[in-house]
């Protein structure tokens, strides 16, 4: 079974955070308190409620405690999205990302114990999704809907091969554009140079070949 999300707040980027992740094939609980929006989503997640997410008993009700990530992103109230925050992790989900309204706003939250803040709308609704399916892509950035640029980690079984070696563009269509290190950004590197612990895969090609390389990594 896959991860579990709730999104909490169906703003402009929770919306787009919900919908992602759910056309993605996520489950996805989307929660808000205008019950024209949760109507307006309910068939395009696996979950639509309205409820008010500052009850504390509301968070028993829709069993936040079996998510495996909650994203808040309330954005009308800054004192919702902190009490929201704070529930979801009192509630010991593992991964708890919240949208911060301003600088204030987003240390408040990371204080209360918000694992990622971010300050983004619909765009950086739909990059932060891309980037929690992704999984282990460091950085992510959609050159189009179906064809996106992405820093990845070196994986442990990767270290002392060379790009050689893996062939990642025979194996998935991904070509490697450059790597980084501690020091500098190699744009032109040998393909049998051994890769070393530590570098970051700056990787280019399709959505689906991406995620079908990160599941067989």
Known sequence: MGKQYAVLGLGKFGYAVAVTLAQAGCQVLAVDRNAEIVQEIADQVTYAVRADVTDSRVFDSLGISNMDVVIVGISENMEASTLATIQAKEAGVPTVIAKGMNKIHANILRKVGADQ???AE?????RLAKNLMSGGFQDFFMLSDSFSIVEMPLPETWVNQSLQQLDLRRKYGINVVGVKSADEIRASVN?????R??????????????AKMMKKR
């Open 197 to 210: 612990e530590g570098d970051i895969l700056i990787l280019i090609g399709g959505n689906k070949d991406l």
């Open 122 to 126: 619909s765009e950086t609704g739909v």
């Open 191 to 195: 393909p049998r140079e051994l890769l």
């Open 117 to 119: 803040v971010v300050m």
